[in-house]
């Protein structure tokens, strides 16, 4: 049974740091793409950082320069660093992995998710 858990979420004023975490279990961890995704209510689920397992790093636009994905395979855990958070980060952040070959951004090309952990930014 595969499992994903975050932490790391909360409320943090603007301008501020927090970092998320993701441990996974039930696979092979080091095989696959790690991703994060948010929602902010109302809205859809968005693409916002993925890590291959070479390392490789992809980011939204939205976050590029503010925000660090990276894992440690050793403990199975997948992190994401986010500097300079803006109100408009505000959302719930998803942890996913993708088991397929295939990259994408589309959430429903993902395998995995976990539960989700809440961040927001005041003004």
């Known amino acids: 049974q595969v499992q994903l858990v975050e932490s790391g979420g909360g409320l943090v004023q603007a301008g501020g740091s927090l970092r998320l975490s993701c441990v996974v279990s039930g696979l092979t961890f080091s095989n696959y793409r790690m991703g994060w995704f948010r929602q902010a209510p109302g809205k859809e689920r968005d693409f916002v950082a993925s890590i291959r397992w070479s390392g490789h790093t992809s980011y939204a636009d939205s976050v590029k320069g503010r925000f660090t994905i990276s894992r440690d395979n050793a403990k199975n855990t997948v992190y994401l660093q986010m500097n300079s958070l803006k109100p408009e980060d505000t959302a719930v952040y998803y942890c996913?992995?993708?088991?397929?070959?295939?990259?994408?951004?589309?959430?429903?090309?993902?395998?995995?998710w976990g539960q989700g952990t809440q961040v927001t930014v005041s003004s």
């Open positions: 996913a992995t993708d088991t397929s070959s295939v990259f994408t951004v589309v959430p429903g090309g993902w395998s995995y």
